[in-house]
């Protein structure tokens, strides 16, 4: 399974999550209303999330519905608030950035690579370079990264960006890191984010490859570079990113990569969230009177606890 195959995956399998997800929600607000038996008494309708009379278990599915809804909307909160602060980052870095056609050498390797997309150089000492932008992605790499590779490695640096900013991965990273961040309660998203980023690195290498026909230069940059200090915006995608070195010197050395898209036990714990989330929808809130109705309002909470540990856990 390719790069590309994959994200067409993830975003299906997240699109299932987020119906279930909204289909949740709107279950939850529908069931805190007053039944018609109750409409002279607006304030029994609030027994559903907040029981004060009747059965506990007949509410308690109303309890994991809003613990999912505090937790995913807990989690976008979190993860716009740290993507902010980065992209702060990125913009302080930028002072000073110029084109990098501005710069002679630096211009003659865009030209004999024969570049579409812009380049800007950024003048900081690290050794960096990546892909930013959503609609029209640009290249930036940085003085300390030009001054330090050759021209042939840092040609083939500048089309492994190429192939990022043709494919538009920039916005397909911050989608797959977003779905896999919120829902939670599907960790197979996790696995298959991590096999995308993985997977889009190795074929902008192979790109780079069958442009230069040689393995040497963008091998010999990536040993130069190691991990350098990519921006942890999710909508840049950065030439060294720590977790896909090991993967993209194995598949530059043997010329294939085997990769998992997901694990056996993540799939199994993606089919546990999917049926709760279904018995959710499917059930009535406040009518868990059957030993099955019992059953899984009592272990509903704590299903999205081990949900939440088990992506967690994926995610180190």
């Not at 304030?43 to 004060?52: H, Q, Y």
């Not at 909307?73 to 930028?94: E, I, P």
């Not at 290498?205 to 963008?218: C, F, G, L, T």
Request: with cysteine; proline share 3%.
């Amino acid at each position: 399974m390719n790069a590309g195959r994959a994200f067409s995956l993830l975003v299906g399998l997240a699109m299932l999550g987020l119906v279930l997800f909204v289909a949740a929600t709107i279950r939850l607000a529908l069931g805190a209303l007053p039944g018609d038996v109750h409409v002279h008494k607006a304030a029994d309708g609030l027994c559903v999330i907040v029981p004060t009379h009747g059965d506990f278990f007949a509410h308690s599915l109303s309890y994991g519905s809003a613990i999912l809804l505090l937790v995913v909307s807990a989690l976008a909160a979190r993860y716009v608030g740290q993507q902010t602060k980065a992209l702060r980052s990125l913009k302080k870095a930028m002072v000073g950035a110029v084109s990098g056609k501005s710069v002679p050498r630096l211009k003659k390797v865009i030209a004999d690579a024969s570049l579409r997309n812009e380049v800007i150089l950024l003048p900081a000492a690290e050794r960096v370079a990546f892909t930013a932008g959503l609609w029209r992605p640009r290249i930036f790499v940085s003085a300390g990264l030009v001054d330090g590779l050759n021209d042939q490695q840092l040609e083939a640096v500048l089309l492994h960006e190429e192939h990022h900013a043709q494919r538009r991965d920039p916005f397909r990273a911050l989608v797959a890191r977003s779905l896999a961040m919120t829902l939670f309660f599907l960790p197979i998203l996790r696995d298959m984010s991590r096999y995308y980023h993985i997977g889009k690195e190795i074929e902008a290498d192979a790109a780079a490859v069958r442009q230069q026909r040689s393995r040497a230069h963008i091998a010999s940059a990536l040993c130069a570079l190691g991990a350098s200090n990519a921006p942890g915006f999710a909508g840049a995608v950065g030439f060294g990113e720590a977790s896909s070195i090991q993967a993209r010197i194995d598949a530059l050395r043997t010329g294939h990569w085997h990769g998992k898209p997901f694990l056996l036990s993540t799939l199994l714990w993606s089919v546990i969230g999917v049926a709760v989330m279904t018995a959710l929808v499917a059930h009535p809130v406040t009518g868990a009177q059957e030993w099955w109705g019992r059953a899984l309002s009592l272990t509903a909470c704590p299903i999205w606890l081990l949900l939440y540990r088990v992506s967690r856990s994926r995610s180190s």
